[in-house]
């Protein structure tokens, strides 16, 4: 089973006192969780450890390998705390300066190579995921991947002497509902969604 390990952390946990610091539902008919990610609402079921998305018709999409890790360790670590209301870089992040490097560096490269020529296409791509418009660079958005993780996406224009740049900045308790690795996946799949609807 993949995850088994994390199946094994959230079968520990109160589900109720669970649900409210993931800020979810929790269902007992059969035990689940319903939760978003991305916009798109999942059923993580306690009874025979799968997660589905419940927004298909027809047979449930089962959530890839990626959206499970995050969702389940969401579920586990995430607090019940307030937002900050104050964004900061991935190297402000407790020990972020060390992790998000090399091999964990966030995935702004792709967010420059699709917008960069045409930021305001940020604003059509991301309204498909309730992204609220932001005051910041030539385009950019404040987007919930997860309901106590909000992140803030912004481009900067190419132009004749500038390339594109792209920033991807997180509340500042984003540390606290997520490991860093885990955060760091995250942002994967929110930049891969943006990206695939721009094309």
């Given at each position: 089973?993949?995850?088994?390990?994390?199946?094994?952390?959230?079968?520990?946990?109160?589900?109720?006192?669970?649900?409210?610091?993931?800020?979810?539902?929790?269902?007992?008919?059969?035990?689940?969780?319903?939760?978003?990610?991305?916009?798109?609402?999942?059923?993580?079921?306690?009874?025979?450890?799968?997660?589905?998305?419940?927004?298909?018709?027809?047979?449930p999409k089962p959530a890839a390998f990626l959206?499970?890790?995050?969702?389940?360790?969401?579920?586990?670590?995430?607090?019940?705390?307030?937002?900050?209301?104050?964004?900061?870089?991935?190297?402000?992040?407790?020990?972020?300066?060390?992790?998000?490097?090399?091999?964990?560096?966030?995935?702004?490269?792709?967010?420059?190579?699709?917008?960069?020529?045409?930021?305001?296409?940020?604003?059509?791509?991301?309204?498909?995921?309730?992204?609220?418009?932001?005051e910041f660079g030539d385009a950019s958005i404040?987007?919930?991947?997860?309901?106590?993780?909000?992140?803030?996406?912004?481009?900067?224009?190419?132009?004749?002497?500038?390339?594109?740049?792209?920033s991807i900045l997180f509340d500042q308790t984003?540390?606290?509902?997520?490991?860093?690795?885990?955060?760091?996946?995250?942002?994967?799949?929110?930049?891969?969604?943006?990206?695939?609807?721009?094309?």
């Open positions: 089973m993949a995850h088994e390990g994390l199946w094994q952390q959230l079968d520990r946990l109160d589900p109720q006192e669970t649900a409210q610091r993931a800020k979810c539902q929790y269902l007992t008919d059969p035990p689940r969780y319903v939760i978003t990610l991305l916009k798109t609402e999942y059923a993580v079921n306690l009874s025979d450890k799968q997660i589905f998305s419940t927004q298909t018709s027809g047979q959206e499970q890790l995050c969702l389940l360790a969401y579920l586990i670590n995430a607090q019940d705390l307030p937002l900050a209301d104050k964004f900061v870089g991935p190297e402000k992040l407790p020990s972020g300066q060390f992790f998000f490097r090399g091999l964990h560096s966030l995935p702004t490269e792709r967010l420059e190579e699709t917008f960069g020529n045409s930021p305001e296409r940020l604003y059509d791509v991301s309204e498909r995921f309730d992204a609220k418009r932001c404040e987007l919930y991947v997860l309901p106590r993780i909000p992140l803030k996406i912004v481009i900067w224009r190419s132009d004749d002497e500038f390339d594109a740049r792209a984003a540390g606290t509902h997520l490991p860093l690795d885990a955060l760091g996946t995250l942002v994967n799949l929110a930049v891969e969604a943006l990206v695939s609807a721009s094309e």
